[in-house]
């Protein structure tokens, strides 16, 4: 697939996927509302640099063309309607099943009839976003994981009207930047954050119970079961606001009381505490530059 990608969001999902699109040649056109000022397009250029620089340095193997070139490949505009010349666009705002309904309608309205219109959705089925529009044939999930530059996998959600073309442009545009799609059937929360956001939050109950501390429960999860990081770093990696989005969500989606957020990540997130973007979640971090929404 060849012409310009489409992203909405310029929070930190929203510059990764940029930033890999870019990267593997595409054309990028990034929509945001922060992105109406100078001040505001300086803050995601910065970012987006410091996102690229932290990519090389972490896999520099996979450096490729300068840094120079590669941001060229992106442009910014304030409005869905900026996309209007867009083949492919991935919706990447935050978890918010009313926001995400209106963004693709207003992406129907703009964008070719031919384009594909993707989400990013940590759990909203994707066939209530593509009731949206008039294309239900035409919208997938893409389910990337932060950070996108360091996953080389992608969960994508094929709808029951996604069509097999809509599948395949998808899995091939993945395959362009160097992904591999994996295909799961629609639901709320998928595979990933069906089971994960469960985790997660039992997993914080433990330590408000005082069972163990994040720490330990994290040793328990990397040594005991092989995990790479434990539930806890995982859920300050992702956003503990992000968490607690994502299980309203599913929890207005089943009805399943298990994914009613516990009281520990919703004291963290009260406090400020997101995590690694705010400098302190479950555990501290260094506190990073301000950032716009994920």
Not at 62 to 77: D, L
Not at 228 to 253: N, Q, S
Request: net charge neutral; hydrophobic share 40%; aromatic share 4%.
């Amino acid at each position: 697939m060849s012409g310009t990608v489409g992203v909405v969001g310029a929070g930190t999902m929203g510059l990764s996927i940029a930033q890999c699109l870019a990267e593997g040649g595409y054309d990028v056109v990034v929509a945001d509302p922060a992105l109406g000022s100078a001040t505001g397009v300086a803050a995601a250029v910065d970012r987006l640099r410091t996102g690229l620089r932290q990519a090389r340095l972490l896999a520099p193997h996979r450096a490729g063309e300068p840094m120079a070139r590669v941001t060229e490949r992106i442009s910014w505009t304030d409005r869905t309607a900026g996309l209007d010349r867009a083949g492919y666009v991935i919706e990447c705002a935050p978890e918010r099943i009313p926001l995400k309904e209106r963004i693709f309608g207003e992406l129907d309205a703009v964008c070719p009839p031919t384009t594909v219109l993707a989400s990013v959705t940590s759990a909203i089925p994707i066939d209530r976003l593509a009731a949206s529009t008039r294309r239900p044939d035409r919208v997938v999930g893409t389910h990337f994981m932060n950070p996108a530059p360091r996953r080389d996998s992608v969960e994508v959600v094929r709808a029951p009207r996604t069509s097999a073309d809509t599948l395949q442009r998808t899995l091939d545009l993945l395959a362009a930047i160097g992904k591999t799609g994996i295909v799961v059937a629609d639901g709320p929360g998928f595979v990933i954050n069906r089971v994960l956001m469960l985790t997660v939050n039992e997993a914080a109950e433990v330590v408000g119970q005082g069972t163990a501390d994040a720490a330990t429960v994290d040793r328990v999860f990397q040594e005991c079961l092989g995990h790479a990081t434990g539930p806890l770093r995982t859920a300050d990696l992702i956003g503990l606001d992000t968490v607690v989005d994502t299980l309203l969500v599913l929890l207005e989606c089943t009805g399943d009381p298990r994914f009613r957020p516990g009281r520990t990540l919703r004291e963290l997130v009260d406090a400020g505490r997101y995590g690694r973007k705010s400098g302190s979640g479950f555990h501290k971090y260094p506190r990073p530059a301000a950032t716009a929404a994920t």
